[in-house]
């Protein structure tokens, strides 16, 4: 809930109060245009994640009944592109919300979310997918792609 207030709330307040002004700073204009980017770069790759998995998409760590390993659209690049979505947004927003408060919460906040979930995730879908996963794993990177897929 902290890192949905800080991603959605937080820039909304920024951008339609007054509230945090004391904490505005300047950037040259060209910044905020490759946050625009990097936002919309963010935007695509959470659609692609999105529609890449469909129903099996779930916010809570499970796996349902008969449910698929997907690996096919954004997948096969990456294992996890949500979070790669989120990452690209998180730096994106100190670009554009150019606040201490509304532009930095969301890194403060998703950071330590992301370092305790993925794991878990992960280990999640090697109980469950087994061997699949190992290989998938191997063949993908978890946030960024692989440079060079290992086959072995």
């Known amino acids: 809930m902290a890192t949905l207030v800080a ?71 990456v294992r996890h592109p949500i979070y790669a979505g989120m990452w690209l947004w998180t730096v994106s927003q100190p670009l554009v919300v150019q606040n201490w408060i509304a532009g930095w919460a969301m890194l403060v906040l998703f950071m330590p979310l992301y370092l305790s979930r993925v794991r878990r995730e992960e280990a999640m879908l090697l109980e469950c997918f087994g061997e699949e996963y190992q290989i998938y794993m191997r063949n993908t990177g978890r946030v960024f792609p692989l440079l060079f897929r290992r086959t072995h």
């Open 7 to 77: 991603w959605q709330l937080l820039p909304l307040v920024h951008i339609f109060t007054r509230w945090l002004d004391f904490a505005n700073y300047h950037l040259p204009g060209w910044v905020g245009w490759v946050g625009v980017a990097t936002l919309a770069s963010a935007l695509l790759v959470l659609s692609s994640a999105y529609k890449a998995l469909g129903a099996d998409w779930s916010p809570k760590l499970d796996v349902r009944e008969g449910q698929r390993l997907v690996t096919n659209g954004i997948y096969s690049l």
